[in-house]
């Protein structure tokens, strides 16, 4: 990946065609900057998770490779296994119809872990719960975390705030 992140301008948004069925790159952001991000692992197609990204997180996922998310709750941009080790190495990016939204796959890398994984609770994916659609009661699809988080993460704090 070449693309320098100050360097990186968008396309501005002129057309419905332009956006829809053109060959330049115009995000829309929301009024807080963001898009949301869907990321799949590329060899299975797995949801991994749903996050967001701004100017600069689209900017240097290009530049490095490497998955970068803007951190809602701690207000930052976040290198998605920068703590942890377990990097989201980029395949491809895609951008949906009226490029509002972003989809990447990736391949884990496991850093010091046994297994890749994305989800900062231990799980593989951060979808690892599914809910009853008669119960209305979350049931695991993943039995067993790939990693400890405390291990990991140790004193840092949780990335999710409730």
């Given at each position: 990946?070449?693309?320098?992140?100050?360097?990186?301008?968008?396309?501005?948004?002129?057309?419905?065609?332009?956006?829809?069925?053109?060959?330049?790159?115009?995000?829309?952001?929301?009024?807080?900057?963001?898009?949301?991000?869907?990321?799949?692992d590329a060899q299975t197609g797995e949801v991994l998770m749903l996050g967001y990204m701004n100017?600069?997180?689209?900017?240097?996922?290009?530049?490095?490779?490497?998955?970068?998310?803007?951190?809602?709750?701690?207000q930052r941009l976040w290198h998605k296994g920068a703590t942890s080790g377990l990097i989201q190495?980029?395949?491809?990016?895609?951008?949906?119809?009226?490029?509002?939204?972003?989809?990447?796959?990736?391949?884990?890398?496991?850093?010091?872990?046994?297994?890749?994984?994305?989800?900062?609770?231990?799980?593989?994916?951060?979808?690892?719960?599914?809910?009853?659609?008669?119960?209305?009661?979350?049931?695991?699809?993943?039995?067993?975390?790939?990693?400890?988080?405390?291990?990991?993460?140790?004193?840092?704090?949780?990335?999710?705030?409730?």
């Amino acid at each position: 990946m070449t693309t320098n992140s100050e360097d990186l301008q968008f396309a501005k948004r002129v057309s419905i065609e332009q956006v829809e069925e053109g060959h330049e790159f115009a995000p829309k952001f929301t009024e807080q900057g963001l898009m949301a991000c869907v990321t799949t692992d590329a060899q299975t197609g797995e949801v991994l998770m749903l996050g967001y990204m701004n100017q600069d997180a689209i900017a240097k996922t290009l530049q490095t490779g490497e998955a970068h998310y803007w951190s809602r709750s701690r207000q930052r941009l976040w290198h998605k296994g920068a703590t942890s080790g377990l990097i989201q190495k980029l395949v491809e990016m895609r951008v949906d119809d009226d490029q509002d939204a972003i989809w990447l796959r990736v391949t884990l890398q496991a850093g010091d872990q046994s297994d890749p994984a994305s989800c900062h609770v231990g799980y593989r994916s951060c979808f690892y719960r599914k809910v009853n659609i008669e119960t209305a009661q979350l049931e695991f699809t993943e039995t067993e975390k790939t990693f400890d988080p405390e291990v990991v993460y140790g004193d840092a704090p949780n990335p999710t705030v409730l």
